[in-house]
């Protein structure tokens, strides 16, 4: 399977901060990880985006 990189963007003030390698498969939901933000210096929700 290929991986590809996906962008996490914080669901507070939109900042794109973190990438991560995801696989390509069969995946329907969009990865949420609880992440620190250094622009709203605290831990938000991230969220995969395109």
């Known amino acids: 399977m290929a991986t590809k990189k ?3 963007a914080c669901s507070v ?5 973190y990438s991560k390698a995801v ?10 990880v609880k992440k620190f933000c250094k622009y709203c210096k605290k831990h938000t929700l991230h969220r995969e985006t395109k």
């Open 23 to 32: 696989s390509d498969g069969q995946r329907k939901e969009r990865l949420e």
């Open 6 to 8: 996906a962008a996490l």
């Open 13 to 17: 003030c939109g900042s794109r901060n």
